[in-house]
């Protein structure tokens, strides 16, 4: 398996980086999958018996698991390269929906936990932050383009495997999604290791040294050039930098913030908008449209904010989302008081368009901070703080909405404290964000740092001209 | 210890245009199929879903 090897994918010389963006969205449409795993629970209840509240933990474990594998095996993806890292990832990701397959077969639930919660999060992990971390190389004049390019991709998986699943199910199950689910999960399994496959044995990495035309090390004009480094710092290092820190709580608060809607959007717009006189209730079919609109504002959000951050710099991008998401956060139980749905789709999406942002746009602030040399392995550590969301963000929504509704609160009220609540969690990130500066050089890597990988880039005066 | 100032870059490449179109097919014909099929489920958000004065 010698082709899988960092040095057989190197780029050769003339190789168009543009060859490069498709195989990260393979990769990571792929495992954006799982963002529309809630389609097979209502099946899955029907066809095993098994509770919602057993089947919401699936999500969680693969979401969990991505944060600890992507933090685990940070390292060892900078060391071997992007096309082992995404062939692995693909036999981790795929396998696990053949595991799942077949414990849904058994109507054994702890193989769909083994399946699409542990294999399948390993995959999510490997995957997700191996092509960021290579695009960041192929982009150094456009990191925010570039990861929100990849990064992009992991919001649109739910809009391609929500309804392929459906239909799926429907299909294999003559009707009835239920009896469809282990042919469907089979399906999924071989269709993604095709279309992951693709990504691994496209992608390429640039030669030590190497830059695109025109482009230099310098960040004199650049937005926000006080905060871009051209040294590097390595992952255990960065870890013991304030900043790591501090952009760990703003990942956590800005993605604890989005969860608040995301996870709840269905229920949420009914529940505010109950019917009155002035306006008729919002019925399952419009909820349903809202949360596909919201998965749309998502990805793009992915890709225009981190795009955006190219201009305006990242400390910049972030203060904005979180000024912003404030201010949103604020109006939404106005729009529900006023009965406006109109104006609380607008402020959602807006809100959740920020959130994938946020997402999209971390590691370009990560490589402006810590380097380029070990950014995939210090994005993976950072994601953790994505893992800790999950759990506290729904969390937080459904407990305050619930202990809300005990009080004798409405249920069209009963999101109020809750929103306060994440305007109180934006303000505090906007303090984490404001308080990110340029990393002391003390931590920088020196020419004699013995933790340099053999192959690095450091040094290297070749020019790429060949 | 400062990364290389590139100051030698690439000349200008011939594109392989046959090849990129491929590839961006690849990725964005799954993508946009998945975006007019959530575009088209989110209609009734607009069309009557939630009544008048809204």
């Known amino acids: ?466 | 210890m400062t990364q290389p100032r590139v100051t030698d870059a690439e000349p200008p490449q011939e594109v392989p245009v046959a090849r990129l179109v491929l590839f961006w097919l690849i990725a964005g014909v799954p993508l946009a199929w998945g975006v007019v099929q959530t575009v088209l489920k989110a209609l009734p958000l607009f069309t009557g879903g939630a009544g008048p004065g809204h």
């Open chain 1, 1 to 466: 398996m010698s082709f899988l090897d960092r040095e057989h994918s190197v780029a050769p010389p003339g190789f168009n980086r543009w060859l490069v963006p498709p195989a990260a969205l393979a990769v990571h449409l792929s495992i954006g999958q799982i963002y529309a795993y809630s389609v097979f629970n209502k099946p899955l209840s029907e066809y095993g018996g098994w509770s919602l509240l057993a089947l919401g933990v699936i999500f969680q474990l693969a979401i969990a698991v991505l944060g600890a594998s992507a933090a685990i095996f940070g390292k060892w993806v900078e060391r071997v390269g992007p096309r082992r890292t995404m062939f692995t990832a693909a036999c981790f990701f795929a396998g696990g929906f053949l595991v799942a397959a077949l414990g849904v077969a058994t109507k054994q639930l702890w193989l769909v936990y083994l399946g699409n919660g542990l294999l399948g999060g390993i995959g999510l992990g490997l995957g997700y932050i191996s092509p960021v971390s290579t695009l960041i190389k192929w982009f150094p004049d456009r990191p925010g383009v570039a990861t929100g390019m990849a990064i992009m991709g992991f919001g649109g998986g739910a809009l391609i495997a929500s309804p392929l699943s459906v239909t799926l199910m429907n299909r294999f199950g003559g009707g009835v999604p239920a009896n469809g689910i282990t042919a469907t999960f089979v399906t999924l399994g071989l269709i993604y290791l095709v279309f992951m496959l693709f990504g691994a044995f496209t992608i390429r990495v640039p030669r030590p040294g190497w830059a695109p035309a025109g482009y230099t090390a310098s960040n004199a004009n650049a937005p926000g050039h006080g905060m871009i480094t051209n040294a590097n710092v390595t992952v255990d290092t960065a870890m013991r930098t304030p900043q790591f820190w501090l952009l760990f709580a703003v990942l956590f608060l800005n993605v604890t913030a989005g969860i608040g809607i995301l996870g709840q959007a269905s229920v949420m717009i009914q529940e505010m908008f109950p019917g009155g006189p002035n306006h008729a209730a919002v019925t399952a079919a419009a909820a349903a449209g809202f949360v596909g609109l919201l998965s749309l504002f998502n990805m793009g959000g992915r890709f225009l904010w981190s795009s955006l951050s190219d201009r305006l710099g990242r400390k910049t991008t972030y203060a904005v989302f979180f000024a912003l998401g404030a201010v949103l956060y604020f109006l939404i139980p106005i729009t529900g008081h006023l009965g406006s749905v109109v104006l609380f789709v607008l402020c959602a999406a807006i809100i959740i368009s920020m959130y994938g942002g946020g997402f999209a746009t971390v590691p370009a602030y990560l490589r402006d901070l810590f380097g380029t040399l070990n950014v995939g392995a210090i994005h993976g550590r950072l994601l953790l703080a994505w893992s800790a969301a999950a759990i506290v963000g729904p969390y937080l929504v459904n407990g305050l909405r619930q202990s809300q509704i005990n009080a004798g609160v409405p249920a069209a009220d009963a999101y109020d404290l809750t929103m306060h609540i994440m305007v109180g969690l934006l303000v505090l990130g906007f303090v984490c964000n404001l308080l990110v500066r340029p990393v002391d050089p003390r931590y920088h890597i020196q020419p004699t740092d013995a933790s340099l990988p053999p192959d690095s880039a450091l040094g290297a005066t070749r020019p790429s001209g060949d």
